[in-house]
């Protein structure tokens, strides 16, 4: 199985560019005045370094040392700053009410159902009450559903391309909503995009999901 490590060698998984949803939720938590960001996932460091531009005081978790490295590289290089430590999905290594919103695209799917559960336990856990998540997760309806060698329900390991032996869940609504049951669900759309390649169609589908932890009552 590679390692992150590994895949963040080639280019095409070391992005620059911000995903347009990240976009739109910073002008969103500027408007807010939310000041404390987690980027949960953050590989090679596209969004860390748009948040810390953008004034944010920005955190950074990932998996992978090599991502990590990338990223702080970067920061140095535009002479920003963020908090960066190693650490799987499973355990954000901040304290309880740490964080006003969080950002996750395409990180929590790649993994069992029951670790995704124990990292949105996480998130909740380090969210204030009131603070909001973004994530982009895999949809049932991409052409890369069922493929690959089956771990669990909706749950894949690919036996082709760069991510041969990376696990990737995919979600329905009603999977999706229950997920995040203990939040309060903000907005959740599709984003797809049909490619055609030898003329064969591939529809590359995700959810856009945000959520807000919501206050105890009393």
Same mark, same amino acid.
């Given at each position: ?6 895949? &963040? ?6 992005? %620059? ?24 996932? #953050?590989?090679?460091? %596209? ?11 920005? #955190? ?38 740490? &964080? ?18 124990? #990292? ?35 749950? &894949? ?62």
């Amino acid at each position: 199985m590679p390692r992150w490590d590994e895949l &963040f060698q080639d280019e095409r998984f070391r992005w %620059r560019e911000p995903k347009e949803q990240v976009i739109h939720f910073a002008q969103h938590l500027k408007r807010r005045g939310a000041q404390r960001v987690l980027d949960l996932g #953050c590989g090679t460091g %596209r969004h860390v370094v748009y948040l810390a531009r953008q004034g944010f005081e920005v #955190c950074g978790t990932d998996i992978s040392p090599r991502g990590l490295e990338h990223t702080k590289a970067w920061l140095k290089e535009e002479g920003l700053q963020a908090d960066l430590r190693l650490s799987d999905m499973t355990t954000i290594p901040y304290p309880d009410v740490h &964080f006003d919103a969080i950002i996750s695209t395409y990180v929590i799917h790649h993994n069992t159902l029951d670790n995704i559960r124990r #990292c949105v336990a996480e998130m909740h856990r380090v969210l204030v009450p009131g603070g909001k998540a973004l994530l982009i997760v895999s949809s049932q309806r991409g052409h890369r559903y069922g493929k690959g060698q089956q771990l669990e329900r909706d749950t &894949f390991v690919h036996d082709s391309g760069p991510e041969v032996g990376i696990p990737h869940h995919f979600f329905d609504e009603p999977g999706l909503r229950a997920l995040f049951a203990d939040f309060r669900i903000v907005a959740l759309t599709l984003d797809e995009l049909d490619e055609v390649e030898n003329g064969a169609h591939y529809l590359h589908s995700h959810w856009v999901i945000t959520v807000e932890r919501v206050a105890s009552a009393g």
